[in-house]
């Protein structure tokens, strides 16, 4: 499926929360190379499935590896309930983003 057109085909609803959503499923694509939800179904399927929309749960490849930071934040970042999110300002302060080598 063709990265940018993964969120131009499929609708995220708005709002503070989405961004955080959407940055997530960046984050899932540069890291496995693949959306995070519905990356084995068609355009088509994932607009009248609703799939993203629907999408409870987060699932990991095992490779390549990623650390459990970086699979944390997405899996909040990803959160089915928005309220859950965490909006910018926490995401920009979380351990896997300010990680600095002692």
């Known amino acids: ?9 499929c609708y995220i609803p ?3 929360h989405a961004i955080s ?6 984050m899932y694509q540069m890291l ?12 088509e399927r994932i607009l009248w499935e609703d799939t993203i929309i629907n999408a409870r749960r987060v699932e990991f490849p ?3 590896a990623a650390s459990n930071e ?7 970042c990803l959160t089915y309930n928005q309220s859950e999110r965490p909006d910018v300002l926490t995401i920009t302060q979380d351990p896997y983003l300010s990680y600095a080598k002692k």
Request: aromatic letters at 20%; a positive charge.
């Open 14 to 16: 708005g709002g503070i």
């Open 21 to 26: 959503k959407r940055a997530a499923s960046f």
């Open 70 to 76: 970086a699979k944390d934040l997405i899996r909040r």
């Open 32 to 43: 496995y190379g693949r959306c995070p939800f519905g990356h084995d179904q068609t355009q």
């Open 62 to 64: 095992s490779k390549p």
């Open 1 to 9: 499926m063709d990265f940018f057109n993964y969120f131009h085909f």
